[in-house]
Nanobody
Framework: QVQLVESGGGLVQPGGSLRLSCTAS????????MGWYRQAPGKERELVAT???????NYAGSVKGRFTISRDNAKRTVYLQMNSLKPEDTAVYYC???????????????WGQGTQVTVSS
């Protein structure tokens, strides 16, 4: 059984910073990608950033230059460093990982429980 556990959300003023973490656990043989999505009230869930096992990354245009995604593959952990936060970054942030478990060669997506990020003065 695979679990994704997130931490690091909270309340921050505009212009401030937060770092989110997400750690995968379970009978895992590989994690091709780990990343973050977010969902604001009344809006659809959207991709924020993805980190691939080979080292490449992908960002939404709205966060490029402000957010940085990184992975510690040995710890099965992905981080999202969020700088210069804006009120429009307020949302529930969900960790997403494409994971291969030991019992099957086929990857599937897993989700964390979500962590609230609120940017407000």
């Amino acid at each position: 059984q695979v679990q994704l556990v997130e931490s690091g959300g909270g309340l921050v003023q505009p212009g401030g910073s937060l770092r989110l973490s997400c750690t995968a656990s379970g009978s895992i043989s590989g994690i091709p990608s780990m990343g973050w999505y977010r969902q604001a009230p009344g809006k659809e869930r959207e991709l924020v950033a993805t980190g691939f096992s080979g080292g490449s990354t992908n960002y939404a245009g709205s966060v490029k230059g402000r957010f940085t995604i990184s992975r510690d593959n040995a710890k099965r952990t992905v981080y999202l460093q969020m700088n210069s936060l804006k009120p429009e970054d307020t949302a529930v942030y969900y960790c997403n990982a494409r994971i291969v478990v030991v019992t099957t060669p086929f990857p599937r997506d897993y989700w964390g429980q979500g962590t609230q990020v609120t940017v407000s003065s």
